[in-house]
């Protein structure tokens, strides 16, 4: 990856915390242009707490952590899970494959690096991923290394027990966010 590449770092954000934080980092260092996709239907079925206010968390993270300008948060999976939407229907899921695509007509580029994180990179995760070999031929992939070992899914079972947020985890604008929200 160099700067003249976009950078895609798509995740759940649910919520954002501050290995994902860290991964921004770590992308930034290497590419001067950085879209953040939030996921909006999560193509393995993961409950997610509502799209408005992950996006309103991230807001607050970016903006926690003075890189708000450094960043695009584009909402296209919510765009194309609307486009695809069939009327009586559920929304469907968003595939990367499928973002990527998108992103490449709207950015006008085919210098696209997605970013995997962690969690995503590893193989036995990697090959669930729709078009997980045609992703690998058409766009860079570029994994992020896990330096901050932090998973929403415990920030949320700290949450779920009533137990205390700290700014080890999440940035304060998230906690202050986090903690007028029920689970």
């Known amino acids: 990856m160099n700067k003249n590449h976009i950078a895609v770092f798509g995740s759940a954000f649910n919520p954002p915390h501050l290995g994902h934080a860290d991964v921004i980092q770590?992308?930034?260092q290497h590419s001067s242009q950085l879209v953040l996709v939030p996921c909006f239907q999560h193509a393995f079925a993961k409950k997610m707490m509502p799209f408005e206010f992950r996006l309103e968390m991230l807001s607050a993270m970016l903006s926690d952590l003075n890189i708000?300008?450094?960043v695009k948060v584009s909402q296209i999976e919510r765009?194309?899970?609307h486009r695809q939407r069939r009327p009586g229907?559920?929304?469907?899921?968003?595939?990367?494959?499928?973002?990527?695509?998108?992103?490449e007509r709207e950015l006008g580029s085919s210098q696209l690096v997605f970013v995997v994180g962690p969690d995503n990179a590893r193989p036995?995760?990697?090959?669930?991923?729709?078009?997980a070999d045609e992703i690998s031929q058409r766009w860079q992939i570029w994994p992020a290394q896990e330096r901050l070992p932090i998973r929403s899914t415990a920030i949320r079972r700290k949450l779920a027990n009533?137990?205390?947020?700290?700014?080890?985890h999440c940035t304060q604008g998230v906690i202050q966010l986090l903690k007028g929200y029920q689970l």
Request: net charge negative.
């Open 68 to 70: 708000a300008h450094l």
């Open 124 to 131: 036995e995760t990697w090959s669930r991923f729709y078009k």
């Open 89 to 103: 229907e559920a929304l469907p899921p968003v595939y990367t494959f499928q973002v990527l695509e998108a992103l």
């Open 162 to 168: 009533n137990e205390a947020l700290d700014t080890a």
């Open 26 to 28: 770590q992308v930034l």
């Open 79 to 81: 765009e194309i899970a």
